[in-house]
């Protein structure tokens, strides 16, 4: 091949990637706008599922809240087969609706794991609670190890036990607060 031959395809190729760029200059505009969008959808979407569970969380307590006030439906919620009164299933519909409103909390992102754990430690210190904690721990059993409720549920398994083992008063400085 000649010097004008290689100098011919070399326009060419010059010529060539000139006219990509171009191109991809040209389409930059769109593309940026394109990207912005699906971010904007992302976080119309997450927005959704955020409200979708608020929504969900003020229906769970709605419903414990009716099966509180009448006995009847606390029947239908009563998973310790009759083994508790009336009295003490709605004291046990109570204490899992103010553990599950600290769940959602921290699951919405407004208490860290930190405050969860300091929260759960001063309900700990109720007779009441720890008497649900003890009995529903067949039901947290059935949790998938890997979700985050099961993980909480874990570290507050671990939290009594330090709390039952401490030869302190001082409940306020047993066990070591997670990391985030």
Request: zero cysteines.
């Given at each position: 091949?000649s010097?004008?031959?290689?100098?011919?395809?070399?326009?060419?190729?010059?010529?060539?990637?000139?006219g990509?760029?171009?191109?991809?200059?040209?389409r930059?505009?769109?593309?940026?706008?394109l990207?912005?969008?699906?971010?904007?959808?992302?976080?119309?979407?997450?927005?959704?599922?955020?409200?979708?569970?608020?929504?969900?969380?003020r229906?769970?307590w709605?419903?414990?809240?009716?099966?509180?006030?009448?006995?009847?439906?606390?029947?239908?919620?009563?998973?310790?087969?009759?083994?508790?009164?009336?009295?003490?299933?709605?004291?046990?519909?109570?204490?899992?609706?103010?553990?599950?409103?600290?769940?959602s909390y921290?699951?919405?992102g407004?208490?860290?794991?930190?405050?969860?754990?300091?929260?759960?430690?001063?309900?700990?210190?109720?007779?009441?609670?720890?008497?649900?904690?003890?009995?529903?721990?067949?039901?947290?059993?059935?949790?998938?190890?890997?979700?985050e409720?099961?993980?909480?549920?874990?570290?507050?398994?671990?939290?009594?036990?330090?709390?039952e083992?401490?030869?302190?008063?001082?409940?306020?400085?047993?066990?070591?607060?997670?990391?985030?």
């Amino acid at each position: 091949m000649s010097f004008r031959g290689l100098g011919a395809t070399a326009s060419a190729g010059i010529v060539l990637a000139a006219g990509a760029a171009v191109a991809m200059a040209a389409r930059w505009p769109t593309l940026h706008a394109l990207r912005t969008r699906i971010e904007h959808l992302e976080e119309a979407a997450q927005s959704q599922r955020r409200t979708n569970f608020a929504h969900q969380q003020r229906l769970h307590w709605e419903l414990l809240s009716k099966a509180m006030d009448d006995p009847e439906l606390a029947e239908v919620l009563d998973p310790y087969d009759g083994t508790v009164s009336p009295r003490k299933l709605r004291q046990f519909l109570f204490a899992n609706a103010l553990y599950t409103n600290a769940l959602s909390y921290h699951r919405m992102g407004n208490m860290s794991r930190e405050e969860f754990f300091g929260f759960t430690r001063s309900m700990l210190q109720n007779p009441v609670f720890r008497e649900y904690w003890y009995a529903s721990r067949p039901h947290r059993a059935t949790l998938a190890d890997s979700s985050e409720e099961a993980r909480l549920g874990h570290m507050v398994d671990d939290l009594l036990a330090q709390l039952e083992e401490a030869d302190t008063d001082e409940w306020w400085v047993v066990g070591e607060p997670p990391g985030e």
